[in-house]
């Protein structure tokens, strides 16, 4: 089980072997987390996606998953691209919430990664409701067969900070 730390900050800075990014399916940019780290990453990022989608990926990539790239300009060796889910009242996706966090570790353990900084996946435009988020994430790190030493959450607020840290 990896070490859990939890920081409020900006992911985008963090010195860590991969930065998990909550994309969105096109992998081509976005707001938010997404946006940051295609604007501090810089070109090679965006250069990288396309590949991803002229190849293996050409409708996207779907929800629950995660693909690796460089991190360009990022203090980061590599990106992992995960697509969370839209939160929704009527139907439990909370499923594919916990696959970004196992399908993310998955790819870091494929990279060696030993440090991964997480954001709160879906917590955002995406509308889950941060405590759950925060709830689903811990819980899914701390049972997960990883190699990963330690998952870093990165959290973009103190109202989020306060949620993962009281998991």
Not at 41 to 51: Q, S, V, W
Not at 55 to 74: I, K, N, R
Not at 75 to 89: F, K
Not at 96 to 119: H, K, M, N, Q
Request: aromatic letters at 6%.
């Amino acid at each position: 089980m990896p070490e859990i730390v939890c920081v409020r900050g900006d992911i985008t800075e963090a010195d860590v072997d991969a930065v998990v990014n909550a994309a969105n399916s096109s992998l081509l940019g976005g707001g938010g987390v997404d946006g940051a780290i295609h604007r501090k990453g810089g070109p090679a990022i965006l250069a990288a996606c396309r590949e991803l989608r002229a190849g293996p990926y050409p409708d996207g990539l779907p929800t629950g998953q995660a693909v690796a790239t460089t991190a360009g300009d990022l203090p980061a060796s590599w990106v992992i691209h995960t697509v969370g889910p839209v939160y929704s009242r009527r139907e439990d996706r909370s499923d594919l919430l916990v696959s970004c966090y196992r399908e993310s570790l998955r790819v870091a353990d494929e990279l060696g990664a030993a440090t991964v900084a997480f954001p709160a996946v879906s917590a955002g435009v995406y509308g889950w409701p941060m405590g759950d988020a925060a709830r689903i994430a811990v819980t899914t790190v701390r049972a997960a067969a990883t190699r990963v030493a330690e998952v870093r959450f990165v959290l973009f607020s103190d109202d989020a900070l306060a949620a993962f840290t009281a998991v």
